[in-house]
Protein backbone atom coordinates (compact mmCIF):
# COMPACT_ATOMS: atom_id res chain seq x y z
CA UNK A 1 0.00 0.00 0.00
CA UNK A 2 0.92 3.65 -0.92
CA UNK A 3 1.67 5.89 2.05
CA UNK A 4 3.31 9.57 3.10
CA UNK A 5 4.47 10.37 6.67
CA UNK A 6 4.65 14.10 7.62
CA UNK A 7 6.94 13.58 11.08
CA UNK A 8 5.94 16.98 12.15
CA UNK A 9 2.93 17.96 13.76
CA UNK A 10 3.74 21.71 14.03
CA UNK A 11 6.25 23.71 12.46
CA UNK A 12 7.13 27.10 13.98
CA UNK A 13 9.20 29.96 11.54
CA UNK A 14 9.91 33.84 11.70
CA UNK A 15 8.42 35.87 8.95
CA UNK A 16 11.17 36.09 6.37
CA UNK A 17 13.00 33.21 7.38
CA UNK A 18 13.03 29.89 5.28
CA UNK A 19 10.70 27.11 5.55
CA UNK A 20 10.51 23.67 4.89
CA UNK A 21 7.71 21.10 5.62
CA UNK A 22 8.83 17.56 5.53
CA UNK A 23 7.24 14.21 3.74
CA UNK A 24 8.49 10.83 2.98
CA UNK A 25 6.59 8.76 0.77
CA UNK A 26 6.85 4.79 0.33
CA UNK A 27 5.46 3.54 -3.23
CA UNK A 28 5.45 1.11 -5.67
CA UNK A 29 6.32 2.57 -8.80
CA UNK A 30 6.76 5.71 -9.54
CA UNK A 31 5.54 8.51 -6.90
CA UNK A 32 2.78 10.75 -8.16
CA UNK A 33 3.28 13.80 -5.19
CA UNK A 34 1.20 16.19 -4.01
CA UNK A 35 1.12 18.98 -1.83
CA UNK A 36 -2.14 20.77 -0.56
CA UNK A 37 -2.70 23.93 2.10
CA UNK A 38 -5.44 24.30 4.60
CA UNK A 39 -6.69 27.20 6.04
CA UNK A 40 -9.53 27.36 8.82
CA UNK A 41 -12.74 26.19 7.65
CA UNK A 42 -12.14 26.11 4.10
CA UNK A 43 -11.46 23.39 2.02
CA UNK A 44 -7.73 21.62 0.60
CA UNK A 45 -6.19 24.46 -1.85
CA UNK A 46 -3.97 22.33 -4.21
CA UNK A 47 -0.22 23.97 -4.24
CA UNK A 48 1.94 21.84 -6.56
CA UNK A 49 2.63 18.05 -7.96
CA UNK A 50 5.37 15.89 -8.99
CA UNK A 51 5.02 13.29 -11.64
CA UNK A 52 8.15 13.36 -13.31
CA UNK A 53 11.20 15.24 -14.59
CA UNK A 54 12.98 18.21 -12.88
CA UNK A 55 13.06 17.10 -9.11
CA UNK A 56 12.55 20.90 -8.01
CA UNK A 57 8.89 22.08 -8.52
CA UNK A 58 7.40 25.02 -8.63
CA UNK A 59 3.86 26.00 -7.11
CA UNK A 60 1.63 28.38 -5.84
CA UNK A 61 2.03 31.14 -3.67
CA UNK A 62 5.86 30.89 -4.10
CA UNK A 63 6.21 27.51 -2.66
CA UNK A 64 8.26 24.64 -4.31
CA UNK A 65 9.03 21.35 -3.29
CA UNK A 66 12.20 18.79 -4.05
CA UNK A 67 11.71 15.38 -4.85
CA UNK A 68 14.74 13.07 -3.79
CA UNK A 69 14.36 9.58 -4.86
CA UNK A 70 17.39 8.24 -2.91
CA UNK A 71 15.79 9.75 0.08
CA UNK A 72 12.27 8.66 -0.96
CA UNK A 73 11.19 12.85 0.23
CA UNK A 74 9.35 15.81 -0.98
CA UNK A 75 9.82 18.16 1.23
CA UNK A 76 7.80 21.90 0.67
CA UNK A 77 9.92 24.76 0.54
CA UNK A 78 9.57 28.43 0.67
CA UNK A 79 12.37 30.88 0.69
CA UNK A 80 10.92 33.54 2.94
CA UNK A 81 7.68 32.53 5.02
CA UNK A 82 4.74 34.81 5.13
CA UNK A 83 2.57 35.46 8.58
CA UNK A 84 -0.45 34.31 5.80
CA UNK A 85 1.57 31.35 4.91
CA UNK A 86 0.14 29.67 8.67
CA UNK A 87 -2.40 26.93 7.81
CA UNK A 88 -2.45 22.95 8.19
CA UNK A 89 -0.38 21.66 5.45
CA UNK A 90 -0.85 17.91 4.21
CA UNK A 91 1.30 15.84 1.65
CA UNK A 92 -0.34 13.19 -0.75
CA UNK A 93 0.27 10.24 -2.97
CA UNK A 94 -1.59 9.12 -5.54
CA UNK A 95 -3.37 5.89 -6.60
CA UNK A 96 -5.17 4.90 -9.54
CA UNK A 97 -8.17 3.00 -9.38
CA UNK A 98 -9.26 0.15 -11.43
CA UNK A 99 -12.82 1.16 -11.62
CA UNK A 100 -11.44 4.68 -12.68
CA UNK A 101 -11.10 7.89 -10.48
CA UNK A 102 -7.61 8.14 -8.15
CA UNK A 103 -7.46 7.90 -4.51
CA UNK A 104 -5.37 10.34 -2.68
CA UNK A 105 -3.88 8.85 0.91
CA UNK A 106 -3.02 11.50 2.74
CA UNK A 107 -0.29 11.97 5.58
CA UNK A 108 -1.60 13.39 9.06
CA UNK A 109 -0.92 17.25 8.40
CA UNK A 110 1.73 19.75 9.49
CA UNK A 111 0.61 22.63 11.43
CA UNK A 112 2.88 25.73 9.87
CA UNK A 113 2.86 28.73 12.37
CA UNK A 114 4.73 31.64 10.85
CA UNK A 115 5.05 34.38 13.74
CA UNK A 116 6.43 37.71 13.42
CA UNK B 1 -11.57 28.27 -13.05
CA UNK B 2 -10.44 25.76 -10.98
CA UNK B 3 -13.71 26.37 -9.01
CA UNK B 4 -16.01 23.21 -6.83
CA UNK B 5 -18.97 24.91 -5.12
CA UNK B 6 -20.77 23.11 -2.58
CA UNK B 7 -23.99 24.11 -0.55
CA UNK B 8 -25.07 24.54 2.09
CA UNK B 9 -22.29 26.08 3.69
CA UNK B 10 -23.20 24.85 7.14
CA UNK B 11 -25.87 22.30 8.17
CA UNK B 12 -27.63 21.45 11.65
CA UNK B 13 -29.50 18.28 11.27
CA UNK B 14 -31.51 16.02 13.90
CA UNK B 15 -30.44 12.61 14.20
CA UNK B 16 -34.22 11.88 12.29
CA UNK B 17 -34.16 14.39 9.54
CA UNK B 18 -33.13 13.32 5.81
CA UNK B 19 -31.29 16.04 4.26
CA UNK B 20 -28.82 16.61 1.20
CA UNK B 21 -25.58 18.24 0.40
CA UNK B 22 -24.64 19.23 -3.39
CA UNK B 23 -21.25 19.77 -5.18
CA UNK B 24 -20.75 21.13 -8.44
CA UNK B 25 -17.69 21.71 -10.76
CA UNK B 26 -17.75 22.89 -14.22
CA UNK B 27 -14.10 22.16 -14.95
CA UNK B 28 -15.07 19.04 -17.26
CA UNK B 29 -14.21 16.60 -14.74
CA UNK B 30 -15.14 13.27 -15.18
CA UNK B 31 -14.10 12.18 -11.45
CA UNK B 32 -15.96 13.33 -8.41
CA UNK B 33 -15.25 12.05 -4.53
CA UNK B 34 -16.59 12.95 -1.08
CA UNK B 35 -14.70 13.05 1.73
CA UNK B 36 -15.19 13.20 5.18
CA UNK B 37 -13.00 15.52 7.80
CA UNK B 38 -12.51 15.56 11.67
CA UNK B 39 -10.80 18.82 12.92
CA UNK B 40 -7.20 18.61 12.32
CA UNK B 41 -7.20 15.35 10.42
CA UNK B 42 -6.59 14.73 6.90
CA UNK B 43 -9.92 13.82 4.77
CA UNK B 44 -10.95 10.34 4.24
CA UNK B 45 -11.98 8.96 1.36
CA UNK B 46 -15.66 8.29 1.52
CA UNK B 47 -17.16 7.80 -2.17
CA UNK B 48 -15.66 7.89 -5.78
CA UNK B 49 -17.60 8.37 -8.92
CA UNK B 50 -15.49 7.97 -12.19
CA UNK B 51 -17.96 8.77 -15.37
CA UNK B 52 -21.16 8.72 -13.06
CA UNK B 53 -21.12 5.40 -12.41
CA UNK B 54 -19.69 4.68 -8.26
CA UNK B 55 -16.42 3.78 -8.58
CA UNK B 56 -15.57 3.12 -4.54
CA UNK B 57 -17.60 2.93 -1.47
CA UNK B 58 -15.40 2.91 1.07
CA UNK B 59 -17.47 1.09 3.33
CA UNK B 60 -19.57 3.81 4.61
CA UNK B 61 -22.09 3.50 6.32
CA UNK B 62 -25.85 3.20 4.46
CA UNK B 63 -27.12 6.32 6.29
CA UNK B 64 -24.83 7.90 3.96
CA UNK B 65 -26.36 7.67 -0.05
CA UNK B 66 -24.24 9.03 -2.78
CA UNK B 67 -26.00 10.31 -6.12
CA UNK B 68 -24.05 11.56 -9.44
CA UNK B 69 -26.84 12.91 -11.46
CA UNK B 70 -24.50 14.23 -14.27
CA UNK B 71 -21.00 14.91 -14.71
CA UNK B 72 -20.82 18.40 -12.99
CA UNK B 73 -23.48 17.03 -10.01
CA UNK B 74 -22.91 15.21 -7.13
CA UNK B 75 -24.85 15.11 -4.19
CA UNK B 76 -24.70 13.27 -1.04
CA UNK B 77 -27.54 12.52 1.13
CA UNK B 78 -28.13 11.66 4.70
CA UNK B 79 -30.31 10.06 6.85
CA UNK B 80 -30.74 8.69 10.30
CA UNK B 81 -27.24 10.29 11.03
CA UNK B 82 -25.30 9.98 14.54
CA UNK B 83 -23.57 12.74 16.59
CA UNK B 84 -20.33 10.89 15.52
CA UNK B 85 -20.76 11.95 11.89
CA UNK B 86 -20.38 15.60 12.75
CA UNK B 87 -17.42 16.57 10.40
CA UNK B 88 -16.53 18.83 7.36
CA UNK B 89 -17.87 17.04 4.26
CA UNK B 90 -15.59 17.90 1.15
CA UNK B 91 -16.22 17.37 -2.30
CA UNK B 92 -13.55 16.99 -4.99
CA UNK B 93 -13.06 16.49 -9.29
CA UNK B 94 -10.09 15.56 -10.65
CA UNK B 95 -9.31 14.30 -14.27
CA UNK B 96 -10.14 11.00 -15.28
CA UNK B 97 -8.86 8.13 -17.41
CA UNK B 98 -9.35 9.08 -21.07
CA UNK B 99 -8.23 12.79 -20.40
CA UNK B 100 -5.08 13.85 -22.79
CA UNK B 101 -2.18 14.98 -20.61
CA UNK B 102 -3.95 14.56 -16.98
CA UNK B 103 -2.42 14.83 -13.81
CA UNK B 104 -5.49 14.06 -11.82
CA UNK B 105 -4.79 16.11 -8.68
CA UNK B 106 -7.73 16.64 -6.82
CA UNK B 107 -10.22 20.14 -6.19
CA UNK B 108 -11.53 20.32 -3.49
CA UNK B 109 -14.88 22.72 -2.50
CA UNK B 110 -14.90 24.59 0.83
CA UNK B 111 -16.91 22.08 2.36
CA UNK B 112 -20.24 21.61 4.27
CA UNK B 113 -20.16 22.11 8.17
CA UNK B 114 -22.59 19.58 9.30
CA UNK B 115 -23.68 19.25 13.10
CA UNK B 116 -25.90 16.58 14.16
CA UNK B 117 -27.70 16.65 17.36
Known amino acids: AQSVAQPEDQVNVAEGNPLTVKCTYS??????LFWYVQYPNRGLQFLLKYITGDNLVKGSYGFEAEFNKSQTSFHLKKPSALVSDSALYFCAVRDILTGGGNKLTFGTGTQLKVEL | DTEVTQTPKHLVMGMTNKKSLKCEQHMGHRAMYWYKQKAKKPPELMFV???????INESVPSRFSPECPNSSLLNLHLHALQPEDSALYLC????????????????FGPGTRLTVT
Open chain 2, 49 to 55: YSYEKLS
Open chain 2, 92 to 107: ASSQDKGATGGSYEQY
Open chain 1, 27 to 32: VSGNPY
